[in-house]
């Protein structure tokens, strides 16, 4: 079992940027894809972004990207959320998720664990 808490979470100002962190204990993931969901309310959970085991390859959601950047830490066990220009329609409850295989994939229901979430509220 991998167990996964994000941190990172709060309330911006639109333009503002945050920093999303995610770490797995438990089971070894190293090898892992790694994912950012995001569920707003009264919505189905979206993607935002996925990486690859090595860090090498990566993934973003049409709304994200340009603005999102997803990477892997040092330490095998930790995946970071880089969030800039943040806009409005950005406030969801953001999810880490972890697959046990290397293959990044987009869908939610392809994914093995998830973190409790962490809030992140941007303000007009």
């Known amino acids: 079992q991998v167990h996964l808490v994000e941190s990172g979470g709060g309330l911006v100002q639109a333009g503002g940027s945050l920093r999303l962190s995610c770490v797995a204990s438990?089971?070894?993931?190293?090898?892992?894809?790694m994912g950012w969901f995001r569920q707003a309310l009264g919505k189905e959970r979206e993607f935002v972004a996925a990486i690859n085991w090595s860090g090498g390859s990566t993934s973003y959601g049409h709304s994200v990207k340009g603005r999102f950047t997803i990477s892997r830490g040092n330490a095998e066990n930790t995946v970071y959320l880089q969030m800039n220009s943040l806009k409005p329609e950005d406030t969801a409850v953001y999810y880490c998720?972890?697959?046990?295989?290397?293959?990044?994939?987009?869908?939610?229901?392809?994914?093995?664990?998830w973190g409790q979430g962490t809030q992140v509220t941007v303000s007009s």
């Open positions: 438990g089971r070894t993931c190293g090898t892992c894809a």
């Open positions: 998720a972890a697959r046990r295989t290397h293959i990044i994939v987009l869908h939610p229901g392809s994914y093995d664990y």
